[in-house]
């Protein structure tokens, strides 16, 4: 694609912004994990940097665990601007007792990685995965 994907713009607002706002208050904590992190400040939100550069989607995963000060953290891709809030509400609800919780959408019963809740206990198979040179977040 050649630019940030959480930058483009819909109606004039930075997709980035679009899932920012339709989550607010679902936490007392939001984070943006990114590798431009001037790009990303006036948002309003922390924005922090890549522990592990280079590693794609799962070490942002790894990134938001380590930077995150609660137990368990809701995962969104800043590229999904349409978020189904009922569906971010029903997977914190179903968070106790589980180290993630990751919905299957569709007819395809495709699974969504990047919008789910993992807790700090799987920091450990992230990081072997990460070792092991495997990038996306459902190789843990």
């Not at 922090?48 to 891709?77: N, Q």
């Not at 971010?88 to 609800?93: D, P, T």
Request: net charge neutral; aromatic share 6%; proline share 7%.
């Amino acid at each position: 694609m050649g630019q940030d994907k959480g930058l483009l713009q819909l109606a004039e607002v930075p997709l980035v912004e679009r899932v920012l706002l339709q989550v607010a208050g679902l936490s007392d904590e939001a984070m943006l994990i990114t590798n431009r992190p001037d790009e990303y400040r006036r948002f309003g939100v922390p924005v922090r940097t890549d522990v592990r550069p280079g590693t794609g989607a799962l070490g942002g995963l790894y990134s938001a665990l380590h930077y995150a000060t609660h137990d368990c953290i809701l995962v969104l891709s800043c590229d999904m601007p349409f978020v189904n809030r009922p569906l971010l509400e029903h997977i914190l609800g179903l968070a106790p007792g589980w180290d993630a919780v990751v919905p299957r959408l569709g007819v395809s019963d495709r699974i969504e990685p990047l919008r789910a809740l993992y807790r700090k206990s799987c920091v450990r198979p992230i990081v072997d995965a990460l070792d092991a040179g495997r990038r996306r977040v459902i190789s843990f």
